[in-house]
């Protein structure tokens, strides 16, 4: 990525990643790439803020060549400890070794156990600030939004908000801006990002918010390290996490199934035959071929799951009790969930489920459905009217 003029003499140096396919191990899929985002203010004193993963060093050092000698850095902002922001100071501070590495005290003691490397380290709180010259940096603790190292780095001058992973997308273009691109598709990466990451900590982003709300600060833009920034609608992206964060809902299911011999997705297609006749809309996803990444993302603003499985050993199959536990990660608040599922001898996936939607916190819509073999007439009506009484139960009319 060439280096892009984001106002007078504040740059974005950092790195388009348009290969990379998985994040956080196997996590996350990232079909569009990633950008790791990094942000040089040219003052009288200068200031970097947040690097780059580490294999892309050289780049982010080229990008920094295009505008000054990286001996001249004074500060290197480290809002994040995480290796994909992280990565590349060590061969930055060979360059400018008299910077000043700032970030919180669980930022200090990360970077010391991921480097093992001498730093110039000052510890900042919310509050503290440091003057480059006509600019000063403010700087915001955010711990847990997503590590407890995290913080938001503000240039009131600007207006400009810097807070590393929040608001931000996996997401690679050459174009920098939230009005270059197409809106539909960043705001399908923006939801995608908070639903796989962000989402349990829901209540924390929430309280954040606010907090910055009360400091009646202005925010005309946001610049995240991942993906496009927000020059245009900066607002829009904020009232989006208010609304993800307050757990707010829309009327639809999303159905998650896992299959042996085709009877649960049997089961599976006339159950959303009968919540769509019932007005609600719905999702039919196979988790053992659809990015689990994505259907995250659908079950961010539905108001019920129904997750079913065939029985294997008593219990259910591997690739959709891989996927419920990570659903139990994400603490769904204000979800309706049940179960359904074929059997062969014996029984067990279902009250598996239902035993982790207890555990994950979501109200259970039982009695949840267990058919032997493939469903006979009488039992396909029974998926039928399980999914018209679930439509009923989303939509309140139950």
Known sequence: MSVIKVLDNIYSVGVLDWNVR???GHTYSTKRGSTYNAYLIVDEKIALVDTVMGY????LITNI?????PERIDYIIANHVETDHS???????????????????????????????????????????????KRTLTF??????????????????EALLMPNDAFGQHYATTERFDDEVDECELMDEAAKYYANILWPLGAIILKKIEEIQKMNIPIKIIAPSHGIIWRSQPQKIIDAYLNWAKNETKKRAVVVYETMWQATEKM???????????????????????DRTEIVKEMLDAEGFLFGSSTHDNGMLPTIAGFLQFVKGLMPKNRI??????YGWAGG????????????GMEIFSPGIAVKYLPDEDEFKRCFDFGVSFAKKIAGKL
């Not at 060549?65 to 000698?69: A, G, H, R, T, W």
């Not at 930055?92 to 110039?120: E, F, I, S």
């Not at 009968?274 to 988790?287: E, M, P, Q």
């Open 268 to 290: 599976a297609r006339k159950i959303i035959e009968g919540i769509t006749s019932a007005g609600v809309s719905a999702k039919l996803f196979d988790v053992a071929t659809t």
């Open 56 to 59: 892309f060093a050289d780049e």
């Open 22 to 24: 998985e994040f956080h």
């Open 140 to 157: 915001i603790e955010a711990p847990m939004i997503h590590w407890p190292d995290s913080m938001f780095t503000y240039c009131p001058e």
């Open 337 to 342: 969930a049940g179960t359904f599922g074929s």
């Open 349 to 360: 996936a279902v009250k598996e489920i239902e035993e982790i939607i207890k555990e994950a």
């Open 65 to 69: 060549k295009e505008i000054i000698n």
């Open 87 to 133: 990565g590349a100071l060590p061969a930055l501070l060979n360059l400018c070794p008299r910077a000043k590495v700032l970030g919180t005290a669980k930022c200090k003691d990360g970077l010391h156990r991921n480097y093992y490397a001498k730093m110039n380290f000052e510890v900042v709180k919310t509050g503290d600030k440091i003057t480059l010259g």
